[in-house]
């Protein structure tokens, strides 16, 4: 060893120095034996390619270290969808029109597309559709080489970088947020050319766990990827690295499956899922948190959910309070107000009408009292009523075939003409997918030439049996706080029209416009009809505070000093709707739409009430009240996704009777729901599933529900069985 010792640190020395000398390399001959070639760099010594020292951050796509560089961990690139970009791609380059109707665009697209046909040796009598994959490529994204263009009598080349370019040009320039909307409808998302959708960088979707990358895990239902993580094998060694952290996973993903979202993906999009799932998602951190002593406050956890997935739900809020934490919720599910240890009902009405602890106890305490309207429907005292008889429609139907959009499993379905239906199924099924995203973007496209683009289906039948389609969502009814109930369902222009012929407006020579808070002359000007005043703080969010000079009633004093039965416009638009019916009833015109209102559960929202401060179901209500308020023809379908959220038993009753009124005129309604009350008045249920994620998206069922109560692989069908009994 003491011989040995000084040529140990030679070797050492000289390997140091060669390093040095060779950037990093060194080739070591063996006595007798073959030389290696060895780098103390990460990086193959044969092609010299590298990769950075692995850390955390190199497998997250919100770090540029882990990102990919060409879409910055999007995932997703804008692509010009050249079909959308024409009105008819049957027709040949002459008579072929693009739908943007831009001379300088039409110039260009026709020169550029003559270019090509010529360079490539296709016919121009060609269709579009029949273009040769290469030429459609080439006209999107452009080509390497130059163009020889031909205008009249002259010939020259020119660069061709491709209309997506040219588009995305135009887009990046533009100031006008309306042409930026038209522009950008001729675009889509697809997946990233450089990380196909993975969203990170080629190194990082180079390390594997048992065979599969992080995107691979990412990519598959939380019920796959439990099952990935579980059959992994390791070695000694590994063992000891990975198991704390594979039970970590599994201990989390075993709670997102408990509150009913084993059908979601890792790499799901939040802007993608809807209320219910995000707030589901956040219940379930706080659940692996093990927190003790904290007070939860849930607005409608049971937003979206199945009957089947609303127990999940309420085992794992049994358990957060078992730790010793307290649960307040906001809810209307039955069930859900039925497992609480303590009930709080306010009322007795709503709005002005409410406000007051009507009763609180137990269940059986709030069913015991007479004036508590949910107790009254908890004891059974009030229902909603099965319908006595099934409408069988007009015969007519729409069909769809072959639809395999997200994960419907190329399905065939007929939707029967002039009767009530409801698709069903647990969450994830399909049924937002197949209604929402296929049925009203097909019909949307054939009745009104909409850019929106439906999702991949064979064909679509039975167009002529209908002449309008009406979404009604939840989406707020304006942006502002200047668009409110009585603006949007048109209430407010026969209300001016009657301000202006009293009296006094004739007198002084007021005009209908003088009672638009939008319109210089009656409004205030110091607030310009707001009411509130913006003061700005800088570094601070602004602060909004009551105009001083109205004092928040928008006009100014001149305007207020005209009444009708004593109220001036503002106290008009102050009042509730249920107050305002007796007020202007003696007004053909404004009395049908306030009643309309009140029909549909509105009586406690003020007329001028501001649209943001709305919820989505008071919105959608909104919403609905306009189109009821219209001229039928009898042929309209209408589509309704979950129109129950936020809505009190006495609520979705009123809301039924609405909706068989506008099937008694012979129109359709589509409805998307798990509510029971619901799907048992239904002349027509849609089941789909029977799971969700890639197990669902299959037709259960196509019955009325009494039959679909009898299918034994029906969820739906199960939780009817205890309302019929």
């Known amino acids: 060893l003491l011989v040995q010792q000084p040529l140990r640190q030679r070797v050492d020395s000289s390997g140091r120095q060669a390093l040095r000398l060779a950037g990093g390399l060194v080739t070591i001959s063996m006595v007798g034996g073959e030389e290696v070639l060895l780098s103390e760099k990460m990086a193959c010594v044969e092609c010299g390619i590298n990769v950075p020292a692995l850390e955390p951050r190199s497998f997250s796509f919100n770090s540029r270290f882990g990102a990919c560089p060409r879409c910055e961990g999007l995932g997703t690139q804008l692509q010009l969808d050249l079909f959308r970009l024409v009105e008819d791609a049957s027709r040949p380059l002459e008579t072929l029109e693009p739908v943007l109707k831009d001379r300088e665009f039409r110039l260009f697209f026709h020169e550029s597309a003559s270019a090509l046909l010529e360079h490539y040796q296709v016919d121009r009598k060609t269709p579009l559709e029949g273009y040769p994959p290469e030429v459609l490529q080439a006209l999107i994204a452009g080509v390497d080489f130059p163009l020889v263009y031909r205008y009249r009598d002259f010939t020259y080349e020119s660069r061709f970088d491709g209309l997506a370019a040219w588009l995305q040009d135009r887009i990046d320039s533009t100031s006008s947020p309306k042409r930026r909307q038209q522009l950008m409808a001729f675009m889509q998302e697809g997946d990233c050319s450089g990380c196909c959708g993975a969203r990170l960088k080629s190194e990082s979707r180079a390390v594997r766990v048992g065979g599969r990358s992080i995107s691979d895990y990412c990519r598959v239902d939380l019920g796959d990827c439990m099952g990935l993580i579980q059959g992994l094998k390791f070695t000694p060694r590994e063992e000891i690295i990975g198991r704390p952290l594979i039970s970590e996973i599994e201990h989390r993903l ?45 607005d409608e956890p049971s937003i979206g959910l199945h009957a089947r997935d609303t127990d999940r739900l309420l085992a794992t809020l049994e358990d957060l309070r078992d730790l010793g934490n307290t649960i307040v919720l906001v809810e209307h599910d039955e069930d859900t107000i039925r497992c609480a240890d303590h009930v709080i009902d306010l009322g007795p009405g709503g709005g002005s009408r409410g406000g007051r602890i009507v009763a609180q106890g137990t269940v059986e305490e709030i069913s015991g009292t007479p004036e508590s309207l949910t107790g009254q429907y908890l004891k059974g005292a009030r229902r909603i009523d099965v319908n006595s008889c099934r409408r069988t429609g007009n015969g007519a139907r729409i069909e769809l075939r072959g639809v395999r959009h997200n994960n419907l499993q190329n399905i065939d379905i007929a939707f029967p003409l002039g009767v009530f239906i409801s698709v069903t199924g647990v969450s994830g099924s399909g049924k937002s997918s197949l209604v929402d995203e296929v049925l009203y973007r097909a019909l949307s496209q054939k ?49 001016r029209e009657l301000f202006a012929h009293l009296p006094d407006s004739r007198m002084r020579g007021y005009k209908p416009g003088r009672f638009s808070f939008n319109v210089k002359g009656g409004r205030c000007e110091v607030c310009r009809g707001d009411g509130l005043r913006k003061i700005e703080m800088n570094f601070l969010p602004d602060v909004y505070v009551e105009c001083e000079s109205c004092r928040g ?33 003696n007004v053909p015109r404004i009395k049908s739409r306030l009643k309309t209102l009140l029909d549909v559960g509105l009586g406690y929202v003020k007329l001028g009430q501001p649209a943001t401060t709305l919820s989505g179901g008071e919105a959608q209500r909104v919403k609905l009240s306009r189109e009821l308020s219209k001229r039928q023809t009898g042929r309209t379908l209408y589509i309704l996704d979950e129109p129950t959220t936020g809505l009190h038993f006495d609520d979705v009753r009123k809301l039924l009777e609405i909706l068989h009124e506008l099937v008694n005129l012979g129109n359709t309604v589509i409805v998307i729901e798990h509510n029971l009350d619901v799907i048992k008045s239904a002349d027509w249920v849609i089941d789909l599933g029977p799971e969700g994620g890639k197990n669902g998206g299959r037709v259960v069922a196509a019955a009325t529900p009494e039959e679909l109560v009898q299918i034994e692989h029906s969820h739906t069908g199960r939780a009817l069985r205890r309302i019929f009994g």
Do not use: C, M
């Not at 939840?474 to 409110?484: C, E, K, L, V, Y």
């Open 254 to 298: 075993r709670f997102l499956e408990r509150v009913g979202l084993s059908y979601l993906a890792l790499d799901r999009k939040a802007a993608t899922l809807s209320g219910g799932e995000a707030q589901r998602i956040r219940l379930a951190t706080q659940v692996g948190s093990r927190l003790q002593g904290i007070l939860y406050v849930l």
């Open 447 to 495: 009745l009104y030439r909409s850019l929106l683009q439906p999702g991949p289906h064979d064909e679509i039948r039975g167009l002529e049996q209908i002449d309008k389609v009406i979404e009604i969502d939840q989406s707020p009814i304006g942006r502002t706080p200047r668009s409110n109930p009585a603006t949007y369902t048109g209430l407010f222009t026969p209300i």
């Open 553 to 585: 009633r928008r006009y100014n004093r001149e305007t207020l000093s005209v009444k009708f039965k004593g109220h001036s416009i503002a106290d008009i638009l102050d009042l509730s709707i249920a107050d305002a019916l007796p007020v202007l009833e």
